[in-house]
């Protein structure tokens, strides 16, 4: 066996491990806080395109049910209501970019990250168990960035990207096909365009997976 060949075997070894532990400890307290996480990058991704197309964040909550709101005033709508779990799926790649392309400088992504994320939580969050989180998690990844080296920083990034990707493609799944009847991002789209919430989610849906089909391509290739 040649050396990319061992190359390739290691990396689909590792990728298979992860998201298998990740599919059985899924709702688990090991998990938990990562999916909050995301759901933290969830409403942010709300939060931006609303500032991008010209409006406003008022306030970011989310909830120990893993739930989550960004009430925005003004921009388009269309983009702040589409920008949920689309920006969950972009978090994802910017993180499984950053584990594969930034060699050393991946601590820095990390760190970043947690200052965002810090800062988004001081700025926007009023509600005492999102405040907390907030601040907690971004000051573990801060830590984590300036203490743990580059190879840990890596293995962060890339676990916080498979998360995050893989998150968005269940959390629509949830949301639209097996909960229709909730006040989804799909549902609100669904209001402003007359297209059915169901299509919305089919189509989200068939976003995810292929964004989540070419990450693991490009990363494939890149680390074989």
Known sequence: MN????????????????????????????????????????????????????????????????????????????????AGYLGSLLWGGLMIWGAVKLGRRAEWLTAAIGVLAASITLLFIRQPFALAFGLAFGAVLVTIGLKVGTAGNRAVLMGLGMT??????????????????????????????AIPTLAWGVIWIGLAIAFCVLLFRWAWKEIA
């Open 3 to 82: 050396e990319q060949s061992k190359r390739r075997l290691r990396f689909l070894a590792v990728f298979a491990a992860y998201f298998v532990g990740l599919w059985f400890l899924w709702n688990t307290a090991f998990v938990y806080p990562i999916k909050l996480f995301v759901v933290l990058l969830h409403e942010i991704s709300h939060g931006v395109a609303a500032v991008l197309t010209g409006g406003r964040i008022d306030a970011i909550d989310i909830t120990p049910m893993q739930g989550g709101v960004c009430q925005c005033g003004g921009g388009s709508a269309f983009l702040t209501l589409s």
């Open 164 to 193: 995050s990707a893989l998150y968005a493609v269940l959390d629509i799944k949830s949301d639209i096909i097996d909960r229709p009847e909730v006040l989804s991002d799909a549902r609100m789209l669904s209001q402003l365009t």
